[in-house]
Nanobody, 123 residues
Framework: QVQLVESGGGSVQTGGSLRLSCAAS????????MGWFRQVPGKEREFVAA????????YYADSVKGRFTISRDNAKNTVYLQMNRLKPEDTAVYYC????????????????WGQGTQVTVSS
């Protein structure tokens, strides 16, 4: 089992920045691919970013490329999502996800999910 707890959400104005954190506990964090998804009411959960384990590769949704950066610190069992130049359309609940393969994370088929943290961007 892997437990995931997100933090760092909040309210910012357009153009601002936030950094989300996802702390993992349970099984060895370093062998899991990690990712971030987001969801607004009435819509499907949307892939945002993912990061592999081992040889680190990162993946991003087109809507956030160049603005968001995913990273991980295996010593702290934590994955981060640095969000810059935020837009009102980034407003959503952001969820952390973990799975043994980055393919499963990107596909939204992760075995483990956090409870989510709200991000609100006002214009």
């Amino acid at each position: 089992q892997v437990q995931l707890v997100e933090s760092g959400g909040g309210s910012v104005q357009t153009g601002g920045s936030l950094r989300l954190s996802c702390a993992a506990s349970g099984r060895t964090f370093s062998i899991y691919a990690m990712g971030w998804f987001r969801q607004v009411p009435g819509k499907e959960r949307e892939f945002v970013a993912a990061i592999s384990w081992g040889v680190v590769n990162t993946y991003y949704a087109d809507s956030v490329k160049g603005r968001f950066t995913i990273s991980r610190d295996n010593a702290k069992n934590t994955v981060y999502l640095q969000m810059n130049r935020l837009k009102p359309e980034d407003t959503a609940v952001y969820y952390c996800a973990a799975d043994r393969t980055v393919r499963a994370v990107v596909a939204g088929e992760s075995a483990y999910w956090g409870q989510g943290t709200q991000v609100t961007v006002s214009s």
